[in-house]
């Protein structure tokens, strides 16, 4: 199958070729011609699955030609949990857009950054993506309107939902026009999301991209190594400078843990950035850019960034400590082994650990080869 079958014009595929995309992932094949029939849809998908590319191409090309509406009435508005995620999203519009004769204005908008730039840009914007707390903020001061909205878009509708949106949302549902397209994403099918199905869908078309994620599990090769608590560290610094890692992203479970780890890499002179909570958005936006574009070695992160975030070809993952859910674990190793390409995820297991482990490797229903630390000579790992 190609996208040229797909009712994308001349414009959308000549960026994707550009972009080497050579054929549709399922996914798409399945939502593209869908969405341009006008259908709601409801799809199961994780990251990796190329879902946005899935929502965005069509809502492109459904949009092209058509006259704008009245200034600050949008037309398209993506929902998503995330800052990170509201940025990535809005930078695949701009990019798959780029060849269309008419660009469309989108923008992303989200909370932790002051308010009033994002006011004065909304001006002329017609596809907006969002995070709900701010956007609510938006429209209360009216400097953008969702009564004309004609496609809604959910990503990542389980993660909205787990992080507290519930309410926010369905203060925007309220909002929003009774006639309208809605696409919704989710990583996981649950009882609040069947809810919202029925509420807001329209006969929708079904799609799961299980398949999709388990090949994506397959391309990544998994090790773990028995470690105590204390040699973590000298572990980890062992593993960057023996693995030659250009670009790794490090997942512990705390903002504490995360900036400990940065200090020791960099008293030990291994450039890192830590990436959680308790940083500024300018922070995290600049040092997401700059891992992107290889000038970090090392990202610690806490699994604030283990959903949604595209970094592409990168090569490691480290759980320097595992997350509680098995489902996070899925999520943080995804970062790699993505778009085809093969990726390397460790996890460094202290003995209090490996019980948890067990039961991640069940769930996951894949079984991690093992390396015993104590074997190692992590005396050459550290400078001082
Ligand atoms: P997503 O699931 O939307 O986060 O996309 C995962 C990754 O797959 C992104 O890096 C996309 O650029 C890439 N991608 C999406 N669709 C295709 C395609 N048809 N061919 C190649 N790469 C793709």
Do not use: C
Request: proline fraction near 4%; glycine fraction near 6%.
């Amino acid at each position: 199958m190609s996208f040229s079958t797909l009712g994308l014009s001349t414009e959308l595929i000549k960026v994707l070729t550009e972009q080497n995309y050579t054929e549709p992932y399922p996914i798409q094949s399945a939502v593209i011609p869908a969405v341009l029939k006008g259908k709601d849809i409801l799809a199961i998908a994780q990251t990796g699955s190329g879902k946005t590319a899935a929502f965005v191409l069509p809502i492109l090309e459904k949009l092209q030609g058509q006259a704008p509406l009245e200034n600050r009435f949008i037309k398209v508005l993506v929902l998503v949990p995330t800052r990170e995620l509201a940025i990535q999203v809005n930078e695949v519009f701009a990019l798959l857009g780029s060849r269309q004769m008419v660009r469309l204005k989108t923008m992303a908008v989200y909370g932790g950054v002051s308010i009033n730039p994002q006011m004065k840009n909304l001006m002329g914007v017609e596809i907006l993506v969002a995070t709900p707390g701010r956007l609510l903020d938006l429209v209360a001061s009216k400097v953008v309107h969702i009564s004309e909205v004609k496609i809604l878009v959910l990503d990542e509708a389980d993660k909205m939902l787990n992080l507290g949106f519930k309410e926010e949302m369905t203060k925007i549902f309220e909002m929003l026009p009774l006639k309208r397209q809605n696409l919704l994403f989710s990583a996981t099918l649950g009882k609040d999301i069947e809810s919202i199905n029925e509420f807001l869908l329209r006969d929708p078309v079904k799609i799961t991209a299980e398949e999709e994620e388990g090949k994506n599990l397959n391309l990544i090769s998994q090790i773990a190594y028995k470690v105590s608590e204390e040699k973590k560290g000298p572990l980890l610094r062992y593993l960057i400078n023996e693995k030659k890692m250009e670009q790794v992203l490090v997942f512990t479970s705390s903002v504490h843990r995360a900036d400990a780890v940065v200090v020791k890499l960099k008293a030990n002179g291994i450039e890192a950035f830590a990436i959680h909570s308790k940083k500024s958005q300018s922070a995290r936006n600049e040092a997401l850019r700059r891992f992107k574009t290889g000038k970090i070695k090392v990202l610690v992160a806490t699994d604030l960034i283990s959903r949604g975030i595209d970094i592409k070809f990168l090569p490691f993952v480290i759980n320097y400590e595992l997350p509680r859910s098995p489902k996070d674990y899925i999520h943080r190793i995804g970062r790699t082994g993505r778009a085809e390409s093969a990726g390397n995820a460790i996890s460094l297991i202290s003995p209090d650990e490996e019980h948890h482990f067990r039961v991640i490797q069940k769930k996951m229903k894949k079984w991690v080869d093992f390396i015993d630390a104590e074997g190692l000579d992590l005396s050459g790992a550290d400078k001082s």
